[in-house]
């Protein structure tokens, strides 16, 4: 099992705290496979924290949430980072 931690940056401050629940949303019902999602907003930056068992590198995830945040926000001089994978146990 994995947990991963993405962070966007540079989210308006007026979308941000939608933008977290709608992605939230959208990954708990559109992406089964990914679990205990938590979504949130401070100062520009939507962090998302996600745990699956099968994306040792969070690159799928990556993929995942940059089209949402595509869908969600639209284009913006953002910046998508891939934070940390942690193997759990």
């Known amino acids: 099992m994995y947990r991963i931690t993405i962070h966007c940056d540079g989210v308006p401050a007026s979308a941000g705290a939608q933008a977290a629940r709608d992605l ?4 708990r019902r559109d992406y089964p496979h990914e679990r205990l999602v938590a979504c949130s907003f401070l100062d520009g930056t939507l962090r ?3 745990e699956n068992d099968y994306d ?3 690159l799928n995830l990556m ?3 940059s089209d949402l945040v595509s869908a969600n926000l639209g284009p913006f001089d953002g910046d998508l980072k891939l934070v940390s ?3 759990l146990r």
Not at 24 to 27: K, P, Q, R
């Open 24 to 27: 939230a949303e959208a990954l």
């Open 63 to 65: 993929d995942e949430v």
């Open 56 to 58: 040792a590198a969070g």
């Open 85 to 87: 994978v942690e193997t």
């Open 48 to 50: 998302i924290v996600v």
